[in-house]
């Protein structure tokens, strides 16, 4: 489970932003090549995202099957609850 932090909620947005530079500041590492990211912690490989319109965007199916994404912290009820829905 990815864990974000300092999350706001904008209701007139119909697509969830993840800012990189927040990221980064959180211990996440970004490496920009050609037209996709790769996101990873501690070594281990979190997720990529391909450039769509001058945003990379992810796909939430690769965040949430990978095994290793509970590196990136514990997680309270409420989190697990999101991350049920989103997912």
């Not at 969830?16 to 070594?43: M, Q």
């Amino acid at each position: 489970i990815v864990q974000l932090k300092n999350v706001q909620h904008v209701p007139s947005i119909d697509r969830n932003l993840v800012s990189g530079s927040r990221l980064t500041r959180d211990g996440f590492k970004l490496v920009f090549e050609s037209n996709k990211v790769v996101v990873s912690k501690y070594g281990y490989f979190i997720g990529k995202g391909y450039e769509c319109g001058g945003l990379f965007r992810f796909s939430l199916s690769d965040f949430c099957n990978k095994s290793m994404n509970h590196i990136c912290g514990s997680v309270d009820d409420e989190a697990n609850v999101w991350h049920s829905r989103l997912c």
